[in-house]
């Protein structure tokens, strides 16, 4: 019976009315136990006669075994398996045991699990419902929440119930929450009444309140106690998680010893009655004793269930025994479940809760549990047994092998504090250099990824000095560098550079492309040629067709892809194997490994708004700003922020380009990702400079070089020069400019690279005479040419055309300014091309003001979906790659019609193209 939840039921009625009528619901109900949250599941279940719905209820017994929960919630079946793309539903098949196969990222067994579900839909609307959500396997648990934050346009309802201070993957502040309290006195006094089947007398009602809170199974179990209960003094107060227990522990207390021990194998053994059944033989006791527990209220028995009146009666009990007889039990029950591999995970759980001290077969039993867990991308649950099987490891050499295994695991799983004190464990116990090595390089790559990047430099840098094996230590050499260059720190990463190159002979041919590519990364740090080791490794890459990279066993992850996508960004130019680096973001986003998309969409992003083409840009940005929140990825958040507030500041999105900058920073100081707060600080002088806040822009440009006098970052990429000395002339500040334009020119010259030669050329060009104006602009336009940079080249033909029409060149003005303009609107970006029109104006032509680019008004999910769409993306390839439902798509790309005034995807096709 229901009472005092109006409220409530009727939240559940609208989400489930709206999931009939096509748009997404999810509902977390959380509260204390017996708070009324099954009740409302049951509730919701009775609302869904015309919905397929799929149930789900965690339990203890298998909280520890990988996708119990999913494989109870979907009962999936192969001819569903076969309507998924194929990396989808092996991942799903793999993680359900259906299938043997590689081991996968832990995201894509949710990216299979939301397309599974949205298909499902298509037919009828679908309703989830899990009870007990806090008991769900941790892999289980992810896959859910990962679905539930891409629901919107499916006739798909998720309803959830967890426990208030449990830990919950699916209790997260970004999903709705329905946090139950207590019912009122009125309808505390109406349950009351309905439990005696009579009016209850207001002083029981009262008492029954004021213990209970308004607990509704509290209140139940109170009203069976009312003789004890009016009894009791009227300032008798006790927690309601005290008052019940004591209740269920006062009707165990009373059972006779055969069925006290019957409901201990029950509470220690989970629901399967077989089971229950052979471990009381065991133990002596026979099963039809808990008929016993069942009269008290405890229990009830089906012919193949034990079900707890509530989780509470069956912990308290639990509880309650003494460790040697918990030990006993687990013992009993391992033995009654035989030697099924169908149980061997369960078996050496309860083996490895009956061990007293070391136990060499049962630490060789979890180690298996362990792998076949990981096999299946069960890292979480992987990660525990690895951990329980080095606690009963009798030498301290498998405790180092198996915490590192554990903590490897727990990074892939996403507990980062876990995978680093395991890690550090690990290298603590481990006799060899070769183990600490693995174990430390580890810890590096989660601190670089994960927001400790000057810990990450320390930590690779020593593991590659210690490393005996010359590849291995390249690879810790080369992700300093890559921490290095986060932190700013030039020093270390040439340091670390000539570590590498003394070692390319000894190293394998990946550690070699991976050493050139990082050795030329921290030569261009420290403002130095770096090019021609980054297009050796390219071209190594290629020839030797290093082009889909597998997973490196100790990183997790597609290790050369982060490196084969860095060699080509830092070269900016129009050539560098850019063909190479779309070919292995695709390979990761059909492999749907999420985990792997921040840092490599991050660069791909970078590159993009180096050319003209923005919009793909601010799509990668705010895709690599989504996943890196959802992975935990402080660094790559950092980084993808900083870049995106860097492009909405040339485009002049003010309140924007702000926002993004304030968190960039915050970040940047927390985690010290100094390139951030660089592009931060260098985005804000931009947008000053470009609305013509002289003053503020000086400040910010100011603070950039300040920063990176600081830091030692000889990087000509990085120099504001360029920006700055066009702010000093323009409020009429020449002192010091030659000078400045002239140290940039060096050190433009000795890195060798076109983009950083034509912004000194321009720099110096604003600084020459009327009479020089065409050699110098000319020459930094030509110097233009082998770059993508739509951006810069336009900056100096509004440069170039300032300075033709201020020299009374007003024909030859036009041309540059008109070029200028064009590209400025077709970028959106709107200060500078309202710039342009100015000069224009100014040289006596009377043009149309440019207007606001139509992309700007796009949300980043609209912008995301309408990119690759309009590039000629089937919405099912545009759903699969960005991890949504086709319908989903369908849904952004209405509004995104809607927006552009168009009704069909070949005008968003032509939109776009005009746009970008």
Not at 630 to 656: I, K
């Amino acid at each position: 019976m229901l009472v005092g939840r109006d409220r409530e039921q009727q939240r559940i009625g609208a989400l489930l009315a709206a999931a009939r009528v096509g748009q997404s619901g999810v509902l977390v109900i959380t509260g204390d136990p017996g708070i009324g949250k099954t009740a409302l599941l049951e509730h919701a279940k009775r609302l869904t006669e015309d919905m397929v719905i799929l149930t789900a209820v965690g339990t203890d017994a298998e909280r520890d075994l990988p996708f119990a929960g999913l494989a109870q919630l979907l009962r999936l079946t192969a001819t569903e398996l076969e309507r998924l793309p194929a990396p989808q539903a092996q991942a799903l098949a793999v993680a359900l045991a259906l299938r043997s196969g590689q081991a996968v990222d832990r995201f894509s067994v949710g990216a299979g699990l939301l397309t599974l579900l949205t298909q499902r839909s298509e037919d009828r609307p679908l309703c989830l419902v899990i009870d007990d959500a806090h008991l769900v396997d941790r892999p289980s648990q992810e896959a859910l929440v990962f679905v539930a934050r891409r629901l919107l346009a499916d006739a798909v309802a998720l309803i959830v119930a967890a426990r208030t201070g449990e830990p919950c993957l699916l209790v997260a502040d970004d999903l709705p929450q329905l946090r139950l309290a207590g019912i009122d006195a009125v309808a505390t006094r109406e349950l009351v009444g309905a439990d005696l089947g009579v009016l209850a007398t207001a002083e029981l009602s009262d008492r029954v309140f004021a213990l209970s809170g308004g607990n509704p199974l509290a209140v139940r179990e109170l009203v069976l106690e009312r003789d004890r209960l009016l009894s009791l003094p009227p300032d008798a107060p006790g927690p309601l998680s005290a008052v019940l227990a004591g209740l269920y522990s006062r009707r165990a207390a009373d059972l006779d010893p055969a069925a006290a021990t019957a409901l201990l194998v029950a509470a220690a053994a989970g629901e399967d009655l077989a089971v229950v059944r052979r471990a009381c033989d065991v133990l002596g006791a026979p099963v039809a004793a808990l008929a016993d527990a069942e009269a008290a209220g405890l229990v009830s028995v089906t012919a193949d269930r034990v079900r707890f009146r509530h989780p509470l009666v069956r912990s308290g009990v639990y509880a309650a025994a003494t460790p040697a007889r918990r030990r006993l039990l687990h013992a009993a029950i391992a033995d009654a479940m035989g030697d099924a591999a169908a149980d061997a995970d369960r078996r050496c759980w309860h083996r490895s809760e009956a061990a007293l001290g070391p136990d060499a077969a049962t630490a060789d039993e979890m180690e298996a549990a362990a792998g076949r867990a990981a096999g299946r991308g069960a890292y979480a649950v992987a990660a525990k047994a690895a951990e329980r099987a080095a606690v009963l490891s009798p030498t301290a050499a498998e405790q180092a092998a198996r915490l590192s295994a554990a903590g490897t695991w727990s990074w892939h799983a996403g507990e980062v504090v876990a995978a680093q004190a395991l890690l550090a464990r690990a290298a603590a116990l481990e006799a060899t250099s070769t183990g600490r090595v693995r174990s430390r390089r580890l810890q590096g790559v989660i601190a670089a990824r994960c927001g400790a990047v000057d810990q990450a430099r320390d930590l690779l840098m020593h593991a590659g000095a210690e490393s005996p094996d010359a590849s291995e230590a390249i690879a810790c050499y080369a992700e300093a560098i890559d921490a290095c260059y986060y932190l700013g720190d030039a020093a270390t990463a040439v340091l670390a550079a000539e570590r590498v190159e003394t070692l390319l002979r000894q190293a394998d041919a990946e550690a070699g492309v991976l050493g050139l590519i990082a050795a030329g990364m921290a030569k261009v740090l420290a403002g130095q040629d770096g090019a021609p080791l980054i297009r050796e490794a390219v071209q190594r890459a290629e020839r030797a067709g290093i082009a889909t990279p597998g997973q490196d066993a100790a990183v997790g992850q597609p290790y050369e892809a982060f490196w084969l996508v860095m060699g080509p960004m830092f070269l900016r130019d129009s050539g560098g194997g850019r063909e190479l680096v779309q070919r292995v973001v695709a390979d990761q986003r059909a492999r749907s490994a999420i985990g792997a998309l921040p840092h490599l969409l991050f660069h791909i992003a970078r590159d993009e708004a180096t050319t003209d083409r923005w919009a793909n840009a601010e799509a990668d940005y705010n895709e690599a700003i989504g996943l890196a929140r959802e992975s935990g990825q402080s660094t790559e958040l950092a980084m993808s922020l900083a870049g995106l507030c860097w492009l909405e500041a040339r485009q002049g999105r003010s309140g924007e380009a702000r926002t993004h900058a304030a968190e960039t920073l915050q970040l940047s100081e927390t985690h010290r990702v100094e390139i951030g707060r660089i592009w931060a600080l260098f985005a804000l002088g931009d947008l000053a400079l470009g609305y013509g806040s002289i003053a503020s822009s000086l400040e910010h440009y100011r603070s950039v070089d300040r920063v990176l006098g600081q830091l030692g970052l000889l990087d000509v990429d990085l120099s504001p020069v360029p920006e700055l000395v066009e702010a000093m002339l323009r409020c009429g500040e020449t002192g010091g400019t030659a000078v400045m334009s002239r140290t940039y020119q060096d050190r433009a010259v000795a890195k060798g690279q076109p983009w950083a030669l034509a912004r000194a050329a321009r720099t110096q060009a604003l600084l020459c005479d009327d009479a020089q104006l065409d050699e110098a602009f000319g020459r930094a336009l030509e110097l233009h040419t082998a770059t993508l940079d739509a951006f810069e080249r336009a900056r100096t033909q509004l440069s170039y055309g300032g300075r033709l029409r201020r020299a009374r060149r007003r024909v030859d003005a036009r041309a540059m300014l008109s070029s200028a303009l064009e590209t400025f609107t077709r970028l959106g970006s709107r200060p500078w091309a309202e710039a342009a029109a100015d000069e224009l104006q100014a040289t006596g032509m009377t043009i149309a003001r440019p207007g606001q680019n139509p992309i700007s008004r796009l949300t980043p999910r609209e912008l995301q979906i309408a990119v690759p769409l309009a590039d000629g993306r089937t919405i099912r390839q545009v759903a699969s790659a960005l991890f949504l439902s086709p319908k989903t798509v369908e849904y952004h790309l209405r509004n995104v019609y809607r927006k552009f005034g168009i009704d069909s995807r070949s005008q968003l096709a032509a939109r776009m193209s005009e746009q970008r």
